[in-house]
């Protein structure tokens, strides 16, 4: 595979590559401790938390969407874990967030009067 | 008889839970659909079609099932807003027989239109939303039965006054709500948004050109884009729109 495919696929998280070639394996943890909707919703948290690009945070929100997780849980994360992880990595994370729920927030926010 | 009239006044009645005398009026909108056509005419079928199911009489079922969809193919109609309807119930009766694919076909077929069911036609677009759904569920497609859920609650939240359907809705989520699944969201999980973006990748337009053309920001129509091409697995626009031809999603 051509450099520029893979940097494609990267670009857009897409799982089934990044687990064969990248050794990252992005399915359910081996330890079912927590169900998948939880699970899902952690690993939002988290990548917030870090700053992560938008298309991880688009990705990981559409992750728990497919897991049973409602708009208004995976929003509350973000609200939730803001104490711990700032202001600044909260806002940066709505971008991607709302991407995932098809919620266009700049078309929305500069809306015609 | 108007079959527009009859037809509603069929699903008004089914809706507030009589489902006889909602079948009689049904049957009269069939009837004159005989005489003029349309997707009225498909739509009465396919809700006749359901109300056999309910009763348990399947051969009936799939009959009027399969005449819905010949009256979309004779009318010229065959993507219209009646045919996410007719798609699920033909599903289902395959889904009855056990042909899998069958109705795995249907539901690609119904994912193609469903973006022309809002909440301007309420009822339609929760009823059919919801016998999609529980399609997707037979198959274990929980990501592509959620995504219909979500939109479900969507026209839900707008129209709230849907009768019986709210109920069922309501079994529905809770349902869902049981399984457990952490499965990759594939093409069955294409949002509205998406699948109305989906046909607009196959054209010369650039994505700014695309996103005017919606009345979206180009931002969002890149991060719409990008999920599209995680769903589909494709790496790139041409290869998605390949990937869309091949599975049935946009015309050859």
Avoid at chain 1, 20 to 26: E, M, R, S
Avoid at chain 2, 173 to 182: E, G, K, T
Avoid at chain 2, 189 to 217: D, G
Wanted: glycine share 10%; charged share 20%.
């Amino acid at each position: 595979m051509k450099y520029q495919e893979i940097l494609r696929r990267l670009a857009i998280v897409d799982e089934g590559f990044v687990g064969d070639q990248a050794g990252l394996v992005l399915g359910p943890p081996g330890v079912r401790v927590l169900d998948p909707r939880t699970a899902a919703l952690v690993r939002v948290g988290v990548l917030a938390a870090i700053g992560a690009p938008e298309v991880c945070l688009e990705w990981s929100s559409s992750h728990a969407l497919a897991a049973g997780a409602s708009e208004d849980e995976i929003t509350g994360v973000l609200l939730a874990i803001a104490p711990v992880i700032g202001l600044g990595r909260m806002v940066g994370a709505a971008p991607g967030v709302a991407g995932a729920f098809g919620y266009d927030i700049e078309a929305e926010l500069h809306e015609d009067p | 008889m108007i079959p527009l009239s009859a037809l509603l006044q069929g699903i008004a009645r089914v809706l507030s839970g009589d489902l006889d005398g909602g079948d009689a009026y049904l049957k009269d909108s069939v009837a004159a659909g005989e005489i003029v056509s349309g997707p009225h005419h498909a739509i009465a079928l396919a809700e006749r079609s359901l109300l056999a199911m309910a009763r348990g009489e399947w051969g009936e079922a799939e009959i009027l099932a399969s005449q819905a969809r010949t009256v979309l193919r004779q009318a010229g109609i065959e993507e219209s807003i009646a045919t996410p309807l007719v798609c699920a119930v033909q599903a289902r009766a395959a889904l009855r027989r056990g042909d899998g694919e069958a109705a795995r076909q249907q539901a690609v077929s119904a994912q193609r239109v469903r973006p022309w069911l809002s909440y301007v036609v309420p009822s339609m677009a929760v009823q059919a939303r919801i016998e999609l759904a529980r399609v997707h569920l037979a198959l274990s497609d929980l990501p592509g039965a959620r995504t219909l859920m979500r939109e479900i609650d969507e026209v839900l939240r707008q129209r709230p006054g849907l009768g019986t359907l709210v109920g069922e809705a309501e079994a529905l989520r809770a349902q869902l709500a049981r399984q457990r699944s952490s499965v990759a969201a594939g093409p069955s999980a294409l949002t509205v948004a998406e699948l109305r973006l989906l046909p607009l990748l196959s054209t010369h337009l650039q994505m700014q050109e695309i996103a005017a053309e919606m009345y979206l920001s180009p931002h969002t129509v890149r991060a719409q884009g990008k999920s599209i091409y995680r769903k589909l697995g494709a790496a790139n626009r041409s290869q998605a729109v390949a990937r869309a031809r091949e599975l049935g999603l946009l015309e050859g």
